[in-house]
């Protein structure tokens, strides 16, 4: 904890923060407790802080204007909220009352909370938030995986004692095979997303000789290895409804960000301890401008669409394609276009993704998935499950996926049909992986350092203030006065 001392308010008034309601208050983790710690400390507020609690809990005495704690704000949304309640149970249907609250608070309080001690507070936690990230401030264990530029270690912010996975690439490595807009274009997609179901970045730092992402760690092995290494090729329907239905959600989330990840295969999908998985590597991810197409062939051999093969224009469609592919390879224990120990050519695979037959045995595959594998594995995009405008919404709504309740899953309320095993290790022997070969006649100048400067930009801001929270960091230093009482009740 000595590495998270804050420092003197004097010394975090020079911090640019914008000033922005929903950002400071809603987005940051910390700063909407501080804020909420804020309206606490206020009598003014705290109706409007129990309504914003009760809401998250479902409890409804706030609305109704007879009650006594009754918020005029939202008081017109009483008889929606109930009747929506009982339309289904499961919806949001505070979603308007929680605006017209946030409007509120938006006004006055969070111009007061600028003025109080709870905002200074929040400068003092954004200062150690932008602390420099250097090699110190993690400890290194074993090695986790390699990947083109480097190799993959877990580590440890030796602060917090927070778990991470530290993907490095070596500086070297990346000029000689050019890889500068790839390597930055992965980090600045990573930083945009945040999601359950993708791996998040924490940190991005350099060291002399090598540029490091440091993010979610998966320890339970990738899908590739759960699907053939572990007895018969395959896995257990659900599993493979699982999966498919957390990817599926990982897809949701990055389409709305306009992004389109094309890398979808076994390889690419982790598991966590507890048997989750989150979408990995996104080097290949692309961001598309509102409604624009993209061109490319850029995939895994075997997993790419025939619109990409055929490197016409396309937007989210190859990942519903890909999604296809991966349902049928969790389901068969093998690939769509390959048989098992085939060695088919470049030119032979991509004539069976454009024309071959794709065979469902009906010992491995029920017609469910039969019907949900071939909507996927549309060859026109034009009439792929998933490619209009309601998106993946469609995929979540097939036949297949029925017993699966898309807003428990989203809230990480549904228990994974398998938990790896803790004392296994669910990857290749690390001696089997290859050393990096040193990089002759590269070297490193002030042209590189642009480039460098662009990556190496510290902690990721809401995952950062979420480490110091779920490892109890927040509430250990968050103390207020001399004697130091601590903040009260804080499960929001
Ligand atoms: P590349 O883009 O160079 O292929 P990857 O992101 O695929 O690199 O990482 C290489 C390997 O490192 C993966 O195959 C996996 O074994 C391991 N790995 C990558 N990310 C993580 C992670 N978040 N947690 C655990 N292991 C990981
Ligand atoms: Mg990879
Ligand atoms: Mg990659």
Redesign the pocket.
Known sequence: KELLKFSHISQCMDLIVKRDYHSLCEKQPIGKMLFYLFCRSSPALQNYISLLDALVKRLIPWLCPQSPQCIDAVEKHEKSCIQALVDDPASDIFKECRKDLHKQLSGGPFLQYQESMFFDRFLQWKKLERQTITKRTFRQYRQ??????GE?WACQVRATGKMY?C?KLQKTQVKKRRGETMALNEKQILEKVNSRFV?SLAYAYETKNTLCMV?????GG?LRFHIYNIGPAGLRKEQVQFYAAEVCCGLRHLHQKGIVYRDLKP??I?LDDNGHIRI??L?LAVELREGSLVRGRVGTMGYMAPEVIDDQYYGMSPDWWGLGCLVYEMTAGRPPFRERGDNAKKEEMERRIRAGQIEYSPKSFNTQTIDLCRSLLTRDPEQRLGCQPSGAADVQSHAFFNTVNFRMLEAGLVVPPFKPDPKLVY?SDVQDIDEFSTVKGVSLDCADDHFYSKFNTGSVCVNWQNEMIETGCFLELNLFGPRGSRSPDLDW
Do not use: P
């Open positions: 986790l995986g390699k990947g083109g530029f993959v996975a993907k791996v993010l979610t760690i998966m320890n990738d390889e690419n982790l990995s590597d080097g990857c």
